[in-house]
């Protein structure tokens, strides 16, 4: 099954902009299927971020935006905050309705 | 309040079988799509099965499929996982999670542990 690929980790101080890119391929990405993110706490279920590559949930700050661009997706989180410090996942699924998760990226607010 | 509840974690022998409940409340069961994703101790999400809001489809991970069994009871508001001839890879968290379209999870339960050892 495939797997959408993204950065383990990245940093940077209060304030400033990080970007996670999430890699997929022909297959799912792609082939046009919609990506969402998804925000896990330490210890806590994962928690829905973005839907449909660019659209925020009712309560999501605006920090939090998505893209997408061929077989590739993009979360930014602009102003990072000391509580965003979390595990980030891309996920998608292919033409047999199969749903992927992104390896996870680790943010650390430095 | 919107809610999932999941049930039925334990520790199982490998070959040995387990099923997980998943008790919603707090909106109209029925209407929407409900998935079962599953995290290793200290690894990523896996997505495992999904399963339309009638029940009519029904989708696998390569990695369950022929062992494991989605369903729902639309009348008792409760998502199932019937899982089969388990493995020590099986050994994770278990969260449900409910969802406008098959694929977008949008609500997720606190989550059940499952453990397959000897």
């Known amino acids: 099954q495939s797997v959408l690929t993204q950065p383990p980790s990245v940093s940077g101080a209060p304030g400033q902009r990080v970007t996670i890119s999430c890699t997929g391929s022909?297959?799912?990405?792609?082939?046009?299927?919609?990506v969402h993110w998804y925000q896990q706490l330490p210890g806590t279920a994962p928690k829905l971020l973005i839907y449909g590559n660019s659209n925020r949930p009712s309560g999501v700050p605006d920090r939090f935006s998505g893209s997408k661009s061929g077989t590739s997706a993009s979360l930014a989180i602009t102003g990072l905050q000391a509580e965003d410090e979390a595990d980030y996942y891309c996920?998608?699924?292919?033409?047999?309705?199969?749903?992927?998760f992104g390896t996870g990226t680790k943010v650390t607010v430095l | 309040e919107v809610q999932l509840v999941e049930s039925g974690g334990g520790l199982v022998q490998p070959g040995g079988s387990l099923r997980l409940s998943c008790a919603a409340s707090?909106?109209?069961?029925?209407?929407?799509?409900m998935s079962w994703v599953r995290q290793a101790p200290g690894k990523g999400l896996e997505w495992v099965s999904a399963?339309?809001?009638?029940?009519?489809?029904?989708y696998y991970a390569d990695s369950v499929k022929g062992r494991f069994t989605i369903s729902r009871d639309n009348s008792k508001n409760t998502l199932y996982l019937q899982m089969n001839s388990l493995r020590a890879e099986d050994t994770a968290v278990y969260y449900c999670?409910?969802?406008?379209?098959?694929?977008?999870?949008?609500?997720w339960g606190k989550g059940t542990t499952v453990t397959v050892s000897s």
């Open positions: 707090g909106f109209t069961f029925s209407s929407y799509a």
């Open positions: 022909s297959s799912n990405i792609g082939a046009g299927y919609d």
């Open positions: 996920q998608s699924y292919d033409s047999s309705l199969r749903g992927v």
């Open positions: 999670a409910s969802g406008w379209l098959v694929h977008v999870m949008d609500v």
């Open positions: 399963i339309s809001g009638s029940g009519g489809s029904t």
